[in-house]
Structures are given as structure tokens and as C-alpha cells.
């Protein structure tokens, strides 16, 4: 484990964090299920050392350790996006500090442009495997290898009985769970309507801005993966909408407490 890692972890023990047996890493307007975590301590991002400050709209930017009934977790309320400027290497930071907390499974969760034609605005989609177009890659450099090995194999990223079991617990609940490929781009920009039909081609159902370099540090380091994107818009070209943040976050709200339940009663029904 890196020092800087460790100083973190221990300037987090010292703020009230315990030993995580999940990390929730908690997209644009989900953040509330971090605010139902019991007996919770917090600290913002600009405080933690080696974090960055998140400077996003609709990210709260602070790690929020808790219960959720006995099962502690820690979760970053708020992100970091490779578009704010943060480095690939610094996002991981983040998931490397949380799995050295303790926590040894992740569920990430994010909001997405939809290409799939079967997909509606408001849909949930399991992500089942990523496509990383963001040119960018948080491994890169020196490997760490005591943190995981200089070529990871991402046949597996994201757990198949993680998945399973959110299938279970979606149809138990009655809610639609849509399962797809996810693409990140770096953003800012939205895309072109040519970039969607291209990644359209390439076997993407979803487009957005995050999740994978997060993914690909979680997987480095030995995590289980469980990815969730709330579907907030139509990619463009698809949907008659100009594309607007302001919108991303009304969606997610709009779909905010079926989601919550979700992973809620995820995390309550399995063995964590
Ligand atoms: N593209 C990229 N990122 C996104 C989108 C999109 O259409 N919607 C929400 N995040």
C-alpha cells in the first residue's frame, strides 16, 4: 500500500471512519442515500489529504462513513470527473483509500446518456461491461505491486452474482432493470450525434463521464464491481431535447427514491 494511501486512511480513522465492508461511490443527484447511512461521520473532500476538491453542481464532495442497518460502508458523496481536471491517478486515490479502509466490494452508480433504442429517459441500466474512450487510463505509470498487478484483467469487471443479485432484488421490487454497456468519454462536452452513432456501432447502450477509471482502480485492487447508470437522457441525436446538466439532475432526482430502494435493499437482502 502506497504511504500516502496509509496517511490517508489514518487521517480518516482519527475523523471516525471504521472498517467498510462496501464503498458506494454515489453519481450526479444520488447522493442522498449517503444521508441515510446511521451514526455516520464525514469529511469533505478538500479536507481528506491526497483528495482533490469536487467543484460539480449537485455533488455534496465529501466521504460519508455509516451503517446501513449492520453493515458498515463508506461512500463518496459527490465524485471526482476526469473533465474538472483531476488526473485518472487521482480518482483512483480515491477507490484505493476506501479499499484500504476495508471495503473489498464497490457498487458505483452514475448518470448516462441512453443509445440503446429500447431504453426510456428514467430507466436504470446494470452495467455489464465498459468501453473507456476517455484516452486516458488511472494505471498509468509506475505499478504499485502491492496495490494489484501492472496488467489487470478486466474479462470480469463487473461481478456477475453482484449483478444477479440486483436482478433479484429489481424483479422482487417491481422495478425495470435495463443491462448495457457503458462508454466514458472525458466530457465536458456532450457528444456529437456522429460520436453516438459511432459508439452505437461500437456496442455501447450507455454514454457518460465517469465510472470507468473508478472501475478500473477497483478492479485493480482485487474489488468486487457492481455498476448502476440512471438513464437521463436520450444521447444526442436520439432525443429531441437539447442536452442540459440542469436536466441530468432532474432526471436523477425524478428517479432518486427508486434507486435508493434499489441498492438499499441490495445491500439489505445480501451478505455483504
Ligand atoms: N452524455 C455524456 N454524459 C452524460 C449524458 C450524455 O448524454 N447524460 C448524462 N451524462
Not at 473532500?45 to 467543484?55: D, K, L, M, R
Not at 466521504?63 to 483512483?92: D, K, N, T
Not at 452513432?197 to 482502480?217: C, H, N, Q, Y
Request: with cysteine.
Amino acid at each position: 500500500m502506497t504511504t500516502q494511501v496509509q496517511a490517508t486512511v489514518k487521517y480518516l480513522q482519527e475523523q471516525g471512519f471504521g472498517r467498510p465492508a462496501l464503498a458506494i461511490i454515489l453519481g450526479s443527484g444520488l447522493g442522498g442515500l449517503a444521508d441515510q447511512l446511521t451514526g455516520a461521520a464525514h469529511a469533505p473532500y478538500e479536507q481528506i489529504p491526497g483528495f482533490a476538491p469536487s467543484t460539480v453542481a449537485g455533488h455534496a464532495g465529501r466521504l460519508v462513513f455509516g451503517y446501513i442497518e449492520s453493515l458498515p460502508v463508506v461512500a463518496m458523496q459527490g465524485r471526482f470527473h476526469y473533465y474538472e481536471g483531476h488526473s485518472q491517478q487521482q480518482i483512483a486515490f480515491a477507490v484505493r483509500t476506501m479499499h484500504a479502509l476495508g471495503a473489498s466490494k464497490l457498487i458505483v452508480t452514475n448518470a448516462a446518456g441512453g443509445l440503446n433504442p429500447g431504453f426510456s429517459v428514467g430507466d436504470l441500466m446494470l452495467i455489464r461491461d465498459h468501453i473507456n474512450y476517455t484516452g486516458g487510463n488511472p494505471l498509468l505509470g509506475l505499478n504499485d505491486d502491492s496495490l494489484g498487478p501492472r496488467f489487470p484483467d478486466l474479462s470480469h469487471a463487473y461481478d456477475q452474482k453482484m449483478r444477479s443479485q440486483a436482478n433479484d432484488v429489481a424483479s422482487r421490487l417491481g422495478i425495470p432493470l435495463q443491462q448495457g454497456v457503458y462508454l466514458a468519454v472525458s466530457g465536458p462536452s456532450y457528444e456529437t450525434p456522429a460520436e453516438i452513432k459511432t459508439f452505437a456501432r461500437l456496442g455501447a447502450d450507455a454514454v457518460g463521464m465517469s465510472t470507468v477509471p473508478e472501475v478500473i482502480a477497483a478492479v485493480h485492487c482485487g474489488m468486487q464491481v457492481l455498476g448502476i447508470s440512471c438513464i437521463t437522457n436520450m444521447a444526442a441525436g436520439l432525443g429531441a431535447e437539447k442536452l442540459a446538466h440542469d436536466e441530468v439532475i432532474e432526471v436523477t432526482v425524478r428517479v432518486r427514491d427508486q434507486f435508493q430502494n434499489l441498492v438499499m435493499e441490495l445491500i439489505k437482502s445480501e451478505e455483504w
